[in-house]
């Protein structure tokens, strides 16, 4: 079936670190691909989306590539802040008839300190 | 524009007791989907309501149903609560025929089990 595997957490950067969160799937189908981002005490916030293969997702500064030779879709961001401290989930859907249901990895708790 | 909201916001309810919860879809979706999110773990997906029809249903027991109403609007109810049904639940809604499938979350419902 369908699924989403990322990278396990937690991550502690620096503020103005590099950071790259991994992500692969696995689908039958052409999967539209998504980062989810989760603040403490709320519930998900669509980050950036990608549709088809080579498309580059971006958003607040984070990137992600769909690529479909590797099945992956790490996201990016060259600089991290201290606000962006959060749990990111990669996510897909695929377009199927009566079935368009979302899969989520598992989550990676990022945590950026000043 | 409004977007997702559920109701309420927490919940604490007894083993064996029944809950109901709501949630509104973003203004012009149609389809809701209702998500389970133990801690630390990502959504998982209860049920998907187009057209006041369940029409596609994840891995849960039939403790779990729920409705759509005309006006898009769903409810979840959940029959004999057990202490693992304790999770934030999130409604999300989408548009049938919309591009990217993607979803748009409410801020969920803290559902404790005691």
């Known amino acids: 079936g369908d699924s989403v595997t990322q990278m396990e957490g937690p991550v502690t950067l620096s503020e103005e670190a590099f950071l790259t969160i991994n992500c692969t799937y696995t689908?039958?189908?052409?999967?539209?691909l998504f980062w989810y981002v989760q603040y403490p005490g709320e519930g998900l916030q669509l980050l950036l989306k990608?549709?088809?293969?080579?498309d580059k997702g971006s958003n607040k500064g984070f990137e992600a590539t769909y690529r479909k030779e590797t099945t992956s879709f790490h996201l990016e961001k060259g600089s991290v802040q201290v606000s962006d401290s959060a749990v990111y989930f990669c996510?897909?859907?695929?377009?199927?008839?009566?079935?368009?249901?979302?899969?989520f990895g598992a989550g990676t708790r990022l945590t950026v300190k000043p | 524009d409004a977007g997702v909201t559920q109701s309420p916001t927490h919940l604490i309810k007894t083993r064996g007791q029944q809950v109901t919860l709501r949630c509104s879809p973003k203004?012009?979706?149609?389809?809701v989907s209702w998500y389970q999110q133990a801690l630390g773990q990502g959504p998982q997906f209860i049920f998907q309501?187009?057209?006041?029809?369940?029409?596609q249903r994840g891995n849960f027991p039939d403790r779990f149903s729920g409705h759509q109403f005309p006006n898009y609007s769903s409810e979840l109810n959940v029959n004999a609560l057990l202490l693992g049904d304790s999770a934030l639940y999130l409604c999300?809604?989408?548009?049938?025929?919309?591009?990217?499938?993607?979803?748009?979350f409410g801020p969920g419902t803290r559902l404790t089990v005691t």
């Open positions: 689908a039958t189908g052409y999967p539209s």
């Open positions: 309501y187009y057209e006041e029809e369940e029409r």
């Open positions: 999300a809604s989408s548009l049938e025929h919309g591009y990217s499938y993607e979803q748009y």
């Open positions: 990608a549709t088809k293969a080579d």
């Open positions: 203004s012009g979706h149609d389809t």
């Open positions: 996510a897909l859907s695929v377009q199927r008839y009566n079935n368009n249901d979302m899969r």
